[in-house]
């Protein structure tokens, strides 16, 4: 039934469970799952940085989000037991989301209602709620309460 899978994670407990969600429907079906990460960044960071201090930033960005991938295993053991791939983008979390699922190659999103950041809900919460509205394939949102 699905084929390919993503899931949204920023790494929070909430998006770990929808990430396990989403193992445990990838197994069920044998498919694919994509894990994606948006590094949120703002338009107006680069007014308020010169070039130099914006490369220090995107530096250590990908270096925590490298990080975090690779601890993804320990948190959701059942990505052990499947075939997965990790998807890294920067931008704004909900433009990039729909971008990647507008690839045509996904029969399933997964995302978790709430993120690490939810007061400010510029990646869950908002997120969640544009991407369920907008999304063309089948949307399954997780509550991890």
Not at 21 to 47: N, Q, R, W
Not at 89 to 116: F, Q
Request: aromatic share 10%; charged share 30%.
């Amino acid at each position: 039934m699905y084929k390919n899978i993503l899931v949204m994670t920023d790494f929070s407990k909430d998006s770990d469970f929808a990430t396990q969600i989403a193992c445990e429907v990838s197994k069920k079906f044998s498919s694919k799952l994509y894990i994606m990460h948006v590094g949120y960044m703002d338009p107006g960071f680069t007014v308020l940085l010169d070039d130099e201090d914006m490369e220090k930033v995107k530096n250590r960005m990908d270096e925590n989000v490298e990080r975090e991938f690779s601890k993804l295993e320990e948190r959701v053991p059942c990505l052990k037991e499947i075939k997965y791939e990790t998807i890294y983008h920067r931008g704004v979390p909900y433009e990039e989301g729909l971008k990647e699922i507008e690839t045509g190659k996904y029969d399933l999103l997964v995302l978790g209602s709430h993120g690490k950041n939810s007061i400010k809900k510029f990646f869950y919460g908002s997120t969640t709620a544009k991407l369920s509205r907008r999304s063309p394939i089948s949307t399954l949102i997780t509550r991890n309460d």
